[in-house]
């Protein structure tokens, strides 16, 4: 079993900046990635980043050149920091991590839980 928490979300005004973070623990595992993703009310989930244990990251074409996202597999952690945000980002952000269980067989994906992050004046 592994949970993965977000922190860091809220109301920042636009073109403010939060910096997300995800914790993962629980079995003993070892991460090969992580992804964040959102979701607005009413729309698509989309990608937002991702970070491979090596560093390759990929990005959202909305969001490239303003987010940033790092990683620190070894704490077991993940960070997205996020710049210049729009009214139109207010969603909520989620953590994903690929990861394989120590002891168990390939690679599966999992989610936490979300954090609202919520972009007005």
């Known amino acids: 079993q592994v949970q993965l928490v977000e922190s860091g979300g809220g109301l920042v005004q636009p073109g403010g900046s939060l910096r997300l973070s995800c914790a993962a623990s629980?079995?003993?595992?070892?991460?090969?990635?992580m992804s964040w993703h959102r979701q607005a009310p009413g729309k698509q989930r989309e990608l937002v980043a991702s970070?491979?244990?090596?560093?390759?990251?990929n990005y959202g074409d909305t969001v490239k050149g303003r987010f940033i996202i790092s990683r620190d597999f070894a704490n077991n952690t993940g960070y997205l920091q996020m710049n210049s945000l729009n009214p139109e980002e207010t969603a909520v952000y989620y953590c994903?991590?690929?990861?394989?269980?120590?002891?168990?067989?390939?690679?599966?994906?999992?989610w936490g839980q979300g954090t609202q992050v919520t972009v007005a004046s």
């Open positions: 970070i491979s244990r090596g560093g390759r990251t």
């Open positions: 994903t991590a690929r990861l394989k269980l120590i002891g168990g067989g390939g690679l599966d994906d999992y």
């Open positions: 629980g079995s003993i595992f070892s991460i090969f990635a």
